[in-house]
T-cell receptor, first 113, second 112 residues
Framework: AQSVTQLDSQVPVFEEAPVELRCNYSSSVSVYLFWYVQYPNQGLQLLLK??????LVKGINGFEAEFNKSQTSFHLRKPSVHISDTAEYFC???????????FGTGTRLLVSP | DVKVTQSSRYLVKRTGEKVFLECVQD?????MFWYRQDPGLGLRLIYFSYDVKMKEKGDIPEGYSVSREKKERFSLILESASTNQTSMYLCASTGAKDYGYTFGSGTRLTVV
């Protein structure tokens, strides 16, 4: 069975600093990988996805993620965060045969001035 | 833009009540999903549907059922609400050849 681990439940960072949110997955088959963001009292919004091709994926709001098959990781990065990036971020995995997503437990990014 | 609309943002129901959560999408998506979200547990799949009148159990189907009579609508039913079903419920949809969901805004259900 697939699973996703987000080791950091909360990441505090100062505005304009870089940030990395970690995601590791386990799967015995090829996978698709996703990052979603959830702002307070809202549903989830797709940030970016890896389906195939280049292992560096660029998403909305200046975020990017790198697929590393050997380390089974898909870490999310942003070179300079804004206060408005304060939200919860979810990593998710889907195998290539189905469209069900398995989500991690989420990482709360707290950006302070 | 694809829209997934959940009929209620907040609901308060009594223990033992039958509860209906409605979800409607407007992009002719084949696949629809119900998740519940709890702090520290992330999102867990309750049920999903690949087509009208088809349904599949997810990881935590106990105490829930679903209905999909029309392609655009996917309903989650709590047969007899219990306090441990107090949670945020999220509906999502995707096309048959797409990967990556579109989510609704969620329904925060409190069972008292």
């Amino acid at each position: 069975a697939q699973s996703v681990t987000q080791l950091d439940s909360q990441v505090p960072v100062f505005e304009e600093a870089p940030v990395e949110l970690r995601c590791n997955y386990s799967s015995s088959v090829s996978v698709y990988l996703f990052w979603y963001v959830q702002y307070p009292n809202q549903g989830l919004q797709l940030l970016l996805k890896y389906l195939s091709g280049s292992t560096l994926v660029k998403g909305i709001n200046g975020f990017e993620a790198e697929f590393n098959k050997s380390q089974t990781s898909f870490h999310l990065r942003k070179p300079s965060v804004h206060i408005s990036d304060t939200a919860e971020y979810f990593c998710a995995v889907s195998d290539t045969g189905f469209q069900k997503l398995v989500f991690g437990t989420g990482t709360r990014l707290l950006v302070s001035p | 833009d694809v829209k997934v609309t959940q009929s209620s943002r907040y609901l308060v129901k009594r223990t033992g009540e039958k509860v209906f959560l409605e979800c409607v999408q407007d992009m002719d998506h084949e696949n629809m999903f119900w998740y519940r979200q709890d702090p520290g547990l992330g999102l867990r799949l309750i049920y999903f549907s690949y087509d009208v009148k088809m349904k599949e159990k997810g990881d935590i189907p106990e105490g829930y059922s679903v209905s999909r009579e029309k392609k655009e609508r996917f309903s989650l039913i709590l047969e007899s609400a219990s306090t441990n079903q107090t949670s945020m419920y999220l509906c999502a949809s995707t096309g048959a050849k797409d990967y990556g969901y579109t989510f609704g805004s969620g329904t925060r259900l409190t069972v008292v």
